[in-house]
């Protein structure tokens, strides 16, 4: 069983930033690939970032480089997401996953155990 746990959303206007924990547990980390998407009201659940159990070449998507960045701490058993100069458009709830299954980094399909996810609310 593993279990994660996302941490760090807020509220903030647009312009700032927020980084956010996603700690996990039950599973040995750095063999885990790990992913961020986001869900805002009335939408699918879509990928943000990706990075592999040893902290690799990150993924993004297109929309987001350049102002979100993913880490890890496989010492620590913790995700990370910066993210910078967030934007209305940005309000979701943030959720991270570990990547479970082979294919695309950025299909939910792939991943098999979600943490509870962590609201962002940027505002104008």
């Known amino acids: 069983q593993v279990r994660l746990v996302e941490s760090g959303g807020g509220s903030v206007q647009a312009g700032g930033s927020l980084r956010l924990s996603c700690a996990a547990s039950g599973r040995t980390f750095s063999n885990s690939a790990m992913g961020w998407f986001r869900q805002a009201p009335g939408k699918e659940r879509e990928f943000v970032a990706f990075?592999?159990?040893?902290?690799?070449?990150?993924f993004y998507a297109d929309s987001l480089k350049g102002r979100f960045t993913i880490s890890r701490d496989n010492a620590k058993n913790t995700a990370y997401l910066q993210m910078n100069s967030l934007k209305p458009e940005d309000t979701a709830v943030y959720y991270c996953a570990v990547k479970y299954y082979a294919g695309s980094y950025s299909d939910v399909g792939k991943y098999a155990y979600w943490g509870q996810g962590t609201q962002v609310t940027v505002s104008s």
């Open positions: 990075i592999s159990g040893n902290g690799g070449t990150p």
